[in-house]
């Protein structure tokens, strides 16, 4: 069974940063994806296992950042130059598999956190 533990979310001003962590029980591909009010849930930015690749959509690409810290299986989300359309509950998600690739697609993970409180206020 794979858990999931995500911390950093909270209250920031627009062009602020914020940094989610999500810290995993084993190493896997990762995911981190937003729910906005009265919005689906959307692909934000992933990384494979091993943390040699990475994929973005477009509308975070050059503000935010997806690394991992494999030695305590743990994922982080670096985000800059926040803005109110951020706004969201952020998840983080495990794939809980090693394979190559880099996944964007919610049916890749199976396994996902309780989800943070993203709020950029204007």
């Known amino acids: 069974q794979v858990t999931l533990v995500e911390s950093g979310g909270g209250l920031v001003q627009a062009g602020g940063s914020l940094r989610l962590s999500c810290e995993a029980s084993?190493?896997?591909?990762m995911g981190w994806f937003r729910q906005a009010p009265g919005k689906e849930r959307e692909f934000v930015a992933a990384?494979?296992?091993?943390?040699?690749?990475?994929y973005y959509t477009d509308s975070v690409k050059g503000r935010f950042t997806i690394s991992r810290d494999n030695a305590k299986n743990t994922a982080y989300l670096q985000m800059t130059s926040l803005k109110p359309d951020d706004t969201a509950v952020y998840f983080c998600?495990?794939?809980?598999?090693?394979?190559?690739?880099?996944?964007?697609?919610?049916?890749?993970?199976?396994?996902w956190g309780q989800g943070t409180q993203v709020t950029v206020s204007s």
């Open positions: 990384i494979n296992w091993h943390g040699g690749n990475t």
């Open positions: 998600a495990a794939t809980g598999d090693r394979r190559w690739g880099v996944r964007v697609g919610i049916v890749d993970y199976g396994y």
């Open positions: 084993g190493r896997y591909g």
